[in-house]
């Protein structure tokens, strides 16, 4: 019976290197304390020995769990879900996982709330999306229990190694800039929940352009959903009613875009002769509707694979990009305002 190769330990590796045990660990753990000469040297060697770190042994001495929470209060499931996937992919071939922790931001318990999660679960890092991630006191809490964070933001937050954000005022501009160039002037919009930032951004980029072209948003025209289908629904039939009845919705994400679609097909009006409609999100839902959805693609998986990478390499974070730019998609839920 063959006698199994005992497995290399990072002693093995820390003698064949030429170095100490510590040196070994913090190449594991990619610290920046390392010079590239040491840290390629040590590599090779792992490499030749086919060494594996211990996760239970690392999580130990880093006193930290190799896990990643994503933390959100985010009404639409389809964000959540392509805030997941993103991570996932960053994730693959690694040893990090992640755990996902719904929360409450109205709640006084809030921050003890979080506190609470990241040092039950010793985490490594947390993803954060709005409006949480809008909390200052959230930024300082990390701080204090030194867990990495990646905050997500419609606008800037935080430094870059702590941030993705993307353009969410300069493309609602343009997309509302483009109903505009169609011949549109009776604009109205169905914004997002109230306290969050990606709401008054997209708010604030309709404002602008139809400032700059000269056109009003009259009270009638303004509508608040909660970025669900429901609430999207229910807003449109509001907005909808009005006289003069507005030609064109921009309307805060898709799944609010698809409610008032429904309330427009339910009421005769015909999308898009009689009314253009503009999401935002790009989520599958605006593909899959009738008539396909022009919306603003939000690149919120690529933030979310970025975001992982940041906080599975907190040295390099600052280096990786914390910027990305939205994406006008013309559908045909749009067309020439009717003369």
């Known amino acids: 019976m063959a006698v199994k190769e005992p497995k290399p330990t990072i ?8 170095v100490s045990k510590k040196t070994v660990s913090r190449v594991i753990n990619n610290s920046p304390l390392l010079n590239t000469a040491t840290r390629e040297k040590v590599e090779a060697v792992i490499a030749e020995l086919g060494y594996v770190p211990n996760p239970q042994a690392r999580a130990l001495a880093l006193r930290r769990n190799f896990l990643i929470g994503l933390i959100h209060d985010n009404p639409n499931a389809q964000t959540v879900l392509s805030v997941q996937e993103g991570m996932l992919d960053a994730m693959k071939g690694t040893e990090f996982a992640l755990v996902v922790r719904p929360v409450d931001r109205k709640s006084p318990r809030l921050l003890s709330d979080i506190r609470h999660f990241i040092e039950q679960q ?3 890092g947390v993803y954060v999306l709005p409006p949480v991630s809008e909390n200052e006191d959230f930024a300082c809490l990390c701080k204090e229990l030194g867990c990495h964070y990646v905050r997500m933001g419609s606008a ?10 993307s353009n969410d005022r300069e493309a609602v501009r343009d997309a509302v800039t483009y109903l505009i160039g169609l011949g549109h002037q009776r604009i109205a919009h169905l914004a997002g929940p109230a306290g969050f930032r990606s709401a008054y951004e997209r708010e604030q980029g309709l404002r602008e352009a139809l400032t700059a072209a000269g ?3 009259p009270e009638a025209g303004f509508a608040r959903g909660n970025y669900t289908f429901e609430s999207g629904y229910q807003a449109a039939q509001a907005l909808l009613r009005a006289e003069p009845r507005p030609t064109a919705i921009f309307v805060a994400n898709d799944e609010m875009a698809a409610g008032a679609l429904h309330v427009a097909r339910e009421m005769g009006i ?3 002769q009689d009314l253009s409609i503009v999401g935002f999100d790009d989520t599958p839902i605006a593909a899959h509707i009738w008539p396909p959805l022009t919306t603003v693609r939000w690149p919120i998986r690529a933030m979310a694979k970025a975001a992982a990478h940041k906080l599975i390499r907190p040295d390099q974070a600052a280096e990786q990009t914390a910027f990305f730019r939205s994406e006008f998609v013309i559908r045909a839920s749009t067309a020439p305002a009717a003369s």
């Not at 800037?156 to 954000?165: C, G, M, P, Q, T």
């Open 270 to 272: 015909d999308v898009p």
């Open 156 to 165: 800037r937050l935080d430094d870059e190694a702590h941030l993705v954000e």
């Open 122 to 124: 010793r985490l490594y």
């Open 11 to 18: 002693n093995d590796v820390a003698r064949i290197a030429g």
């Open 215 to 217: 056109l009003d948003l």
